[in-house]
């Protein structure tokens, strides 16, 4: 079975940063794809960033220019720099992993974002 995990969330003040990592392990193929999403109380779910298996990059307008997804170590991995983090940021982030075989979704992760 495949297990996405995600770390690195926490609390951190305004204008600060927090790097989440995601692992996808426990699929015979690599993933085609991991992305970023987050979900704040009260509002739908939305993509925050996405690379591909070739390494291109997709980012929310939101972003504007503060995060930056890359390719983990190891395989199957993902990173999310997020730096100038604001409170507008304070949301579960979930990392989805996709491939042939299927899409993944991990549990999330809290990142909270307040003085």
């Known amino acids: 079975q495949v297990q996405v995990v995600e770390s690195g969330g926490g609390l951190v003040q305004p204008g600060g940063s927090l790097r989440l990592s995601c692992a996808a392990s426990?699929?015979?193929?690599?993933?085609?794809?991991m992305n970023w999403y987050r979900q704040a109380p009260g509002k739908e779910r939305e993509l925050v960033a996405a690379?591909?298996?070739?390494?291109?990059?997709r980012y929310a307008d939101f972003v504007k220019g503060r995060f930056t997804i890359s390719r983990g170590n190891a395989k199957n991995t993902v990173d999310l720099q997020m730096n100038s983090l604001k409170p507008e940021d304070t949301a579960v982030y979930y990392c989805?992993?996709?491939?042939?075989?299927?899409?993944?979704w991990g549990q999330g992760t809290q990142v909270t974002v307040s003085s």
């Open positions: 690379i591909s298996s070739v390494g291109s990059t």
């Open positions: 989805k992993a996709y491939n042939l075989g299927g899409t993944y």
């Open positions: 426990g699929s015979i193929f690599s993933m085609n794809g």
